[in-house]
């Protein structure tokens, strides 16, 4: 359930994060038409600015128009007036010209002639400005229809995330209905905890009342009944039982287990790194195969072929430490006798590479002295030199160390108690260093390795040891830093207190007196098991009566029954004991069996080899002479002819009836016969405790798997209680993007409306504009047929 809803959480939050970025590309979209509205509208308003700057030239112009059309119906007016006053004055003066009329004439010719320059200059702007007008119109009409297809567009993709919107918004809904459910259902066990917790209140308080009573009588026992106090006297404190920590010991054990893996990684990197060094000592300076190597060398590779006899005990003696370590003993620093054992082998190993540190020193000098050496080799000689005392000091100090927290199960007072956080703490410290001095040795082996592949007269034994010798540094490298680590991160479990020691915290358990409190914890035990046995429930008076004479009545057949029933369990019994019985007669005769095909084929062979052979080896001298206490078949036929007595014996035990024949002269088949009831038992023993062991193993798994699913539970409601606050956060942000989107889809619309109203004006203006230039342009066109015609 956890984890759908973690997947369902992850998918929720993906979710999210996709909404998310599409609703940045659209906030940006929407700033972006936002930009080219405000630039539209801008163009716009300088475009009506324009439009209004032509209108009102076209209103001027055609005012003028007006004015200079008036000027010329009034100059013809006048041209006609004079015109006829002349004829009168022609026909009063006989047709004979003024000349004032004539220079009159001529300026109203020359005026004229400038009207009509100046109205052809107008038509010819307004012509301009009416085409400059189309163009601009029609550049407004295809920015609009490019306006329209992106709103279009805008419109399909609002739609589109609109839809998404609502399906992720019915999911979220959806998911927030079921953790409504949940929320419900926990509202319902926290209930059930609330009534189970106040049932055990009253419980609790039901045991407190009682356990005060029984204090309270107790107490008034322990007053009346018992002599003395013996957490007064030091020495019969001691041998009280303390009280048992079974929690501090099931760590101790695991701790013991996963020390004893680190170990065994340990143990195998450092015998990989001797038997690594004592072949590359018969290798490099000189090789042996070749030619002779030095004495030194010689007894460097001696020390370094024992290595596993001071290596292989700290195993073993890890793994008594960490099999004395049970449930039911008591583990602290005065009851592990098992780790003086395992610091005996440690002072062993240490003596170990204090003996061979000096030939190693040697060692790498005769490599400096080679021939082919060079200065670089020879530096780095030197620092493995250093590094191979500072590993030696370290290991010297661990030992130093270990030696100490052995002491306690020896002597009582050799360590206090408030000294061994201090020797932990030191050891810690100590593995860390071992871990850096290694570091750095496989540091400079590596560069000297790589120094050495570049030498001339290199095999590829050489190389191959290398590798080797670099791959062994890694894995001891590999093993100290996870018993360091492993070491500082249980540092707080070694240097806290156990909690054992004698009742009223009066001194410290005796090392002497361990044994015997453990002894009289086992007999405090057996005897709390004896007493919280179940007494027999009594039978009722009436109930008794009646099975007394059912008992009386029925004595004959009960006594008949009783007896059958013996009888047939003393054949079970004897059966059992036969079936066993034969059972090992049946291995006996097989190895018999097999003794006497071997004893023959071996007779076969001397008699084939007697017959074959010379007459300086008669068959007798071929004879076997091999009469080994095993060959029981051979011995029973020596019997047989001999005529020696038999005296056959039966035995009983738990195995079964055992029948034993024995030979005066030899019991080589008795013998074998209990070799074989000790190997049954031994490979018996052998399952047993591999079963005790895979249980054991079972059980530290289920503990642990049981831990790993508690703290997922832990991490599980964490998830929750996160998840439903980005629950909220994600409802709100969608509320406030469906705000968002409202209020841009309202403005979208406003700004559409607005454009829309606006198109339909500006045709309006476009519209009345066409109707003012076509008047304009028949009234131009009507004043030009009448100046023609005139």
Not at 312 to 338: A, F, Y
Not at 466 to 486: D, M, Q, R, V, Y
Not at 490 to 504: A, E, I, V
Request: one cysteine or more; glycine letters at 4%; a neutral charge.
């Amino acid at each position: 359930m956890a984890a759908d809803l973690q997947s369902k959480y992850t998918k929720l939050a993906q979710e999210y994060s996709k909404l998310r970025a599409q609703n940045q590309v659209l906030k940006k979209a929407v700033v972006d038409e936002q930009a080219t509205s405000a630039s539209l509208k801008d163009e716009l308003k300088q475009r009506e600015q324009s439009l209004r700057r032509v209108e009102q030239e076209m209103d001027s112009l055609s005012f003028r128009n007006q004015q200079l059309a008036k000027r010329v119906e009034l100059l013809q007016e006048e041209l006609v007036a004079t015109e006829a006053k002349g004829k009168k004055s022609k026909q009063s003066k006989g047709d004979s010209p003024s000349q004032p009329n004539l220079q009159t004439q001529i300026v109203f010719d020359e005026d004229l002639q400038k009207k009509i320059q100046e109205n052809e200059r107008l038509h010819i702007q307004f012509y301009e400005a009416d085409e400059q007008h189309r163009r601009q119109e029609a550049q407004l009409k295809a920015r609009l229809e490019q306006l329209e297809k992106d709103s279009d567009q805008h419109q399909a993709v609002v739609e589109g995330l609109t839809g998404k919107y609502m399906e992720n918004i019915e999911k979220l809904q959806s998911d927030k209905a079921r953790l409504e459910v949940k929320a419900q259902t926990l509202e319902r066990e926290a209930k059930d905890c609330r009534i189970r917790t106040d049932e055990c209140q009253q419980q609790l308080r039901k045991y407190q009342l009682e356990l005060n009573r029984q204090l309270k009588q107790s107490s008034s026992v322990i007053q009346e009944k018992v002599p003395f106090n013996d957490t007064k006297f030091g020495d019969y404190n001691s041998l009280n039982v303390p009280p048992h920590n079974r929690r501090h010991q099931l760590r101790a054990r695991d701790v013991a287990g996963q020390a004893l893996g680190f170990i065994q990684d340990l143990v195998a990197a450092l015998l990989n790194f001797h038997s690594y060094t004592e072949q590359r000592v018969h290798i490099y300076p000189l090789d042996s195969s070749i030619e002779t190597i030095s004495p030194l060398n010689q007894k460097f590779s001696q020390y370094l072929h024992e290595n596993a006899a001071y290596v292989r005990p700290l195993e073993d003696g890890l793994v008594q430490l960490h099999q004395s370590i049970t449930e039911d003993t008591v583990t602290m620093l005065e009851t592990v006798n098992k780790l003086q054992d395992f610091s005996k082998y440690f002072s062993a190993y240490t003596r170990f590479l204090q003996k061979i540190l000096p030939y190693q020193l040697k060692s790498l000098e005769e490599e400096c002295e080679a021939p082919l050496c060079n200065s670089s080799l020879t530096s780095k000689n030197q620092e493995l030199q250093d590094d191979m005392k500072r590993v030696t000091s370290i290991f010297e100090k661990l030992q130093t160390y270990i030696s100490l927290l052995a002491l306690p199960s020896v002597r009582e007072d050799a360590l206090p108690q408030s000294s061994s956080g201090a020797v932990f703490t030191q050891l810690a410290a100590s593995l860390h260093s071992l871990h850096d001095a290694i570091k750095e040795m496989l540091k400079h082996y590596s560069q000297k390795a790589g120094m050495e592949q570049e030498l001339p007269t290199v095999t590829q034994k050489m190389r191959t040891t290398n590798e080797c010798l670099l791959s062994s540094l890694g894995s001891l490298t590999n093993s100290t830093h996870k018993i360091a680590a492993f070491f500082s991160n249980n540092l707080d479990f070694f240097t806290s207190s156990t909690g054992y020691g004698p009742r009223g915290g009066a001194g410290a358990l005796n090392p002497v007196q361990a044994e015997s409190m453990l002894g009289n914890k086992k007999q405090a035990s057996a005897y709390m098991q004896a007493v919280r046995k179940a007494r027999p429930e009594s039978v009722p008076y009436t109930e008794a009566l009646t099975n007394r004479r059912v008992l009386t009545s029925s004595t004959e057949s009960r006594e008949g029954l009783t007896q059958q029933v013996l009888q047939s369990q003393e054949k079970m019994a004897r059966l059992e004991q036969e079936k066993e019985h034969w059972l090992l007669e049946a291995q006996l005769g097989r190895v018999r069996l097999e003794k006497e095909t071997q004893r023959i084929t071996e007779l076969e062979a001397q008699l084939s080899a007697a017959l074959g052979g010379t007459a300086a080896n008669p068959p007798t001298a071929t004879a076997p002479a091999q009469d080994s206490p095993g060959t029981s078949g051979h011995l029973d036929l020596e019997c047989e002819e001999r005529g020696a007595s038999k005296e056959s014996s039966q035995s009983s035990s738990l195995v079964g009836l055992l029948l034993t024949t024995t030979c005066s002269e030899d019991v080589s088949e008795e013998e074998s016969r209990e070799h074989l009831i000790k190997s049954h038992y031994m490979s018996r023993v052998a399952e047993l405790t591999s079963k005790l062991q895979m249980a054991d193993s079972k059980v530290v798994h289920f503990h642990a798997e049981c831990r790993a699913l508690a703290r997922r539970l832990t991490i599980a409601e964490k998830s929750r209680e996160t998840m439903t606050e980005e629950l909220k956060v994600a409802n709100q942000n969608i509320s406030r993007l469906q705000d968002e989107l409202a209020t841009t889809k309202r403005s979208y619309e406003d700004q559409l409306s607005m454009m829309s109203d606006h198109l339909c004006s500006m045709n309006e203006t476009l519209s009345k504009q066409r109707e003012e230039i076509d008047t304009l342009k028949l009234g131009s066109k009507g004043n030009s047929k009448k100046n023609k015609g005139r």
